[in-house]
């Protein structure tokens, strides 16, 4: 049975099922590690420099970022949407750099595409997604975040670069505005990538993403708007990657790249255990259109997420 | 052998002799070229704009050689020549055509390096032509390292190249050639623009869970309420179909623009700061609301502060006479000595955008309670002109609460009521009459003054009576004054009154010559037909003996004349000028001259009225002509 469903030649060589695997998956994972990285970097020069009285931050850095974010997504979408499983970076001396952030610009791009947005539009939702928290990295956190954020976007040189950050940052933050405005698009995006993150931050089987995509889409009081959460499932899939999925012959993996929509070829998953609970060190990869039974708890298997979509090669 | 031209901006890293490594530059299928590479200079490094020319062979450039300037400018009239001459050729690719008429304006004004091509690499030297800042530079800076342009690129795509071009070198250039979306043209960038020290992953570890805040306490309770840890299993195909009225909703999604935003972030600002239910929240919306107001003082862009605050502000009740606690922070911003000023100036700006300064005069307009603290910040200017400015601004405050201003006034010493006396009179509103009714009976003659210079500033018919009334004061200088002011406001009303001072009253006559001068001055600039019929009558009015009233009154209706602004007034005083008498001779000449300049310039502005409070006791300066307020003594 196990090996009826198994296959340990990459995933590009199993070309079966109705659709050819994606080209190999490590190579991709190296550039959008890198973009990623680069994305945490610039977000933490922009924070520090908010926070500086003698430096003023600089949009054009963070607008390149979200420049290649957009073209990173649109060439191939499940390597940055993989690393979203990283919710933070402890660096050596124990500091841990948060990627929420980053995070959310991806998710939100990811979804304002899916949605067909024009790319310029879509830079502006990654913009928004990427500096919608700076205000509670920027050492104002006396005032609610919303506020502080848009105190710490005013440190940017030109107000017309960053008015529609500060609106979506100000509408993102239940406790200080009323749900974003049913037009402003921007923001209602934002608002749903900062709740997919916020949420599959959670500890356990809780904060799995299937479940929270689940929670999203049956979810209809929580002032998210209904056709972009779709738009949102549409483009993550049923098992977002990063999801430890429990296949149909027992065994555990993690989905690296989301099933395509009506696929009948399921998600593209990484085996980590075999059925007795063995783990699998190599690269052996789930066939095309094996049943996914369930969500399961990474940790509960040993699973590092991390170690998969960020390997430290 | 294929007809073309080929432009392609490269990067030659560290050389500036452009041997060796600048020479990768890109032609595509172009066949083995002998052309011509224009590049500039960049501190040390080269950044070239290459411009290869393959038609055929037939371009030929006069050969550079040396340091020789002259030949370098040949070399650049050459290659524009070139272009002009591909421009009008009809036997050239259409992309070349479109290619030189995209080019050339700026290429009229670029610093360009020639450098020759051939086999041995490049040989260099400076072209200076024209002063801007060459394109190149602005390319490399934003981290361009490599433009291509393809073979059969269509118009529209190269004048949006262009486009982005001229928008980015004000900008972010890389962006604006990013948001272009160039098919034909390949724009190469560098990683190292934004990360000057790539990070690397190395011994961090990666966080897998995280709880930043309780502030998304709301969502997770939710979630942990919600629908339960289900999958969305078997009902997945059904949930994530797109409903009926997903294609439109999505399709209504739209991006603010700049204005829009900064509206709607003032106006969620705002009234969070009035209606939030936590006054921690209150008070730092209001602490952000001023912050954006700073900053759009600072950019001039208070029309986005105006739309945002305004709807909010006409609806915020305000029966206690404070100022709302959502709009104190922006009040103590604008009343900082330093952005009353920034204010002051944008009024004073006659170049100024108009909407900008209508939405400057709205803001302040709803922030009546500045009218102290600026009023405060006045007393402490010492330069007229700054308190001028000022005064422009505390106008503006107190435009719809003209009461403030008063009350605040008469518990200021004189010398600031002066001043705050003038900014009623700024207003211009009907609305100040009463006020300055009030201050115009005062026993303080000081403060008459006053009252009847901000009575000339107000068009209103109540703001005349008030300065007829004036006319017979007893003080010489209330009385210049308020004759001053009615000439200023022009009110036709105040004629009668002025023709019986003038011809009938025997008080009149014993007033200092100044006095009566600015009478007669006024009565002739407001003159109407029939008045101006009487004047040259009395002008024409000779006796055989020239002496008393009468020569005073034909003095008197030549200087009114000349200030009447009527052509054939000219006429009549030519006829006059050669008199005997030699006083109404130089009245006549003085006539003359006001108002040959009237006549020649009928939109001279009358100089500015602003003026230190008039020193009681000392008399007026006259000037070369009617002034219509009193000058600093």
Redesign the interface.
Known sequence: MFDAVMDSRPPDAAAVGTRPWPAPLRTDQAAA??LY??A???YEQAAAAASSAQARPE???L???A?RVVDSLRDDSAPLLGLC????????PGR???T?GVNTMILAVALAQT???P???Q??VGLAGLLHDLG?DTGMA????G??T??AL?RFR????V??L??AA??H?????PAASS????A?IVRIAD?YD??T???G????P??????L???R??GF????V??F??CLG?YPPGTAVQLEDGSVGLVMRAAL?ASPAGPLVRVCCKADGTPVAEDVWARSGVRVV??VD??AFGI???QFF?P?A | MPGGTVLAVFHAQGRTDGAGSGGTVRAGAAPALTGWVMADFHEDTTRAIALLSFQGGAASFTPVRGEDGAAERSVVRTVVELLERAASDPDATPHVAVLAQVLLPWLAEQHFLAVQVDARGFRACRVACGAAPALSAALAAA?VREVLFKQGMAREELDRFASALYRGRRG?L??AL??A?LGSIVVR?T?E???T?????????????????S??D???S???A??G?????VD?RN?????T??PA??A?????T??E??T??SR??AE?GAR?SEPV?RA??A??LG??GE??LD?H?LT?LHDGIGPLQRTEPDATGQAPPWLEPLLDRFTTEANARALGMLFEDRAADAVEVAAARQVLAALPWAVEPLGALMEHVDSMQGRKTLSLVVAAAASRAPERLVAYAEKQPLFAAQNLAYILGRIGDASVVPHLARWARSDDERVRVEAARALGQIRAASAAAILCELLDDPESHVRQSAVWALSRSGDLTALSRLRTILFESKAFRDRRAEEREDFFRTYGRLADDAAFAEMVERLGQRKFISTGWNTELRRGAALGLGESGRPEALDVLRTHQNTRDAKLRQACASAIAVLEARLSSPHLADEDDWCEPAQIGAGPVDGSRFRLEARDV
């Open positions: 590690l890198r990285l680069q945490v970097a610039a949009i054009a850095p607008r390149r970022v420049q499983t990283l919710k933070g970076l402890k660096t050596p841990i750099v948060r929420h949605a067909g947005l790319r310029l539009v830079v502006q509670r006396a005032a609610p975040h506020i502080a848009v105190n005013l030109a107000i017309e670069d008015a529609v500060a609106v100000l509408c933050d239940a406790t200080v505005a037009e402003d698009g921007v209602a709740a916020t949420l931050a959670r500890e089987l809780d904060g799995s299937d479940l929270v995509l689940a929670f889409l049956r979810n009081s929580a708007d209904a056709a972009l779709r738009c499932a549409r049923m929509p369930t969500s990474a940790a590092d997420p991390a960020a430290r | 981290g972010d890389a962006a990013w948001g979306d960038f990683d623009f934004c990360f020290a790539p990070p690397r992953l190395g011994a961090w570890t990666a966080v897998q869970c995280a709880r930043w805040s502030e998304q709301d969502l997770v939710a979630f942990d919600g629908p840890p289900a999958s969305p299993g997945w949930l994530v179909a797109p409903a009225g997903d909703r999505l209504r999604l739209r991006l603010d700049p204005s935003a900064a709607r972030w969620t600002l969070i939030h929240t730092a919306a602490d952000a912050r954006l900053a759009l950019c862009k986005w």
